[in-house]
C-alpha cells in the first residue's frame, strides 16, 4: 500500500527558506504516468496547489509562487522535496504531499496524500 | 488559470437529508473535476474523480454530475460521518490543478 510521508522543520524564520521532504513508501516513484505533488493549507483555510513533478524531473509551479519555489526528486531515495524562498508569516500552512494518478480512461486525481506537517514561519 | 467557485460556503444539514453542493468552472473542463472531503486535522479524500465516477471505497450515497462548467456533488442520505468539508478541483490542465474555496457541511 502506497504511504506518503513529510519531514521538515516545524519553523522557519521570516526570510529564509523552507524546505520540506515527502517519502514514499510501498511503490516507486519513478513509476510512469504519477504526478507528485505539494499542496498547503493555512489555517482555517482551503487548499492552495503549490507545484508537481514528474519522476524524470520535468516541473510544474502554481504561478503564484513560481518565483519561490522550487520542486526537487530524487529516485535513489524514493522522495521528492519542497524548497520555498523568502518566506513570510502567510506561508504559515499545513504542508501535504500527495500523488496525482489517472484513472483508466486518463483522469488524474490526488488518491493518496501525505498526513501534513505543519510549518510556522515567525521570527 | 482555470478559477473554481463553489457554492455555498457552508451548508447546515441533519442526518438523513439530501445534500447538493455546486462547483463552476470559470472556462470549460469537460468532466475534468474531482470532490474530496476533508475532515478537522486530516489529509483531504479523493471522493469522485471525472466528474462522476466514485472513487474505490467510497460509499454509493455519494454522486457527482456535471460537464463543461457546472458541477454538482450530491450526498442523497447523510450520515454523521459525512460531516465535513467538500473541495472541487480541475484536473483538466493536470499537473497544474486549483480547487474550490472549500464548503464546510455541518450539522444542523
Known amino acids: 500500500q502506497l504511504q506518503l510521508q513529510e519531514s521538515g522543520p516545524g519553523l522557519v524564520k521570516p526570510s529564509e527558506t523552507l524546505s520540506l521532504t515527502c517519502t514514499v513508501s510501498?511503490?516507486?516513484?519513478?513509476?510512469?504516468?504519477?504526478?507528485w505533488g505539494w499542496i498547503r493549507q493555512p489555517p482555517g483555510k482551503g487548499l492552495e496547489w503549490i507545484g508537481s513533478i514528474y519522476y524524470s524531473g520535468s516541473t510544474y509551479y502554481n504561478p503564484s509562487l513560481k518565483s519561490r519555489v522550487t520542486i526537487s526528486v530524487d529516485t535513489s531515495k524514493n522522495q521528492f522535496s519542497l524548497k520555498l524562498s523568502s518566506v513570510t508569516a502567510a506561508d504559515t500552512a499545513v504542508y501535504y504531499c500527495?500523488?496525482?494518478?489517472?484513472?483508466?480512461?486518463?483522469?488524474?486525481?490526488?488518491?493518496?496524500w501525505g498526513q501534513g506537517t505543519t510549518v510556522t514561519v515567525s521570527s | 488559470d482555470i478559477q473554481m467557485t463553489q457554492s455555498p460556503s457552508s451548508l447546515s444539514a441533519s442526518v438523513g437529508d439530501r445534500v447538493t453542493i455546486t462547483c463552476r468552472a470559470s472556462q470549460s473542463i469537460s468532466s475534468y473535476l474531482n470532490w474530496y472531503q476533508q475532515k478537522p486535522g486530516k489529509a483531504p479524500k479523493l471522493l469522485i474523480y471525472?466528474?462522476?465516477s466514485l472513487q474505490s471505497g467510497v460509499p454509493s450515497r455519494f454522486s457527482g454530475s456535471g460537464s463543461g462548467t457546472d458541477f454538482t456533488l450530491t450526498i442523497s442520505s447523510l450520515q454523521p460521518e459525512d460531516f465535513a468539508t467538500y473541495y472541487c478541483?480541475?484536473?483538466?490542465?493536470?499537473?497544474?490543478?486549483?480547487f474550490g474555496q472549500g464548503t464546510r457541511l455541518e450539522i444542523k
Open positions: 471525472a466528474a462522476s
Open positions: 500527495a500523488r496525482q494518478s489517472p484513472s483508466v480512461a486518463g483522469y488524474y486525481g490526488m488518491d493518496v
Open positions: 510501498g511503490g516507486s516513484i519513478s513509476s510512469s504516468s504519477y504526478y
Open positions: 478541483q480541475q484536473s483538466y490542465s493536470t499537473p497544474k490543478i486549483t
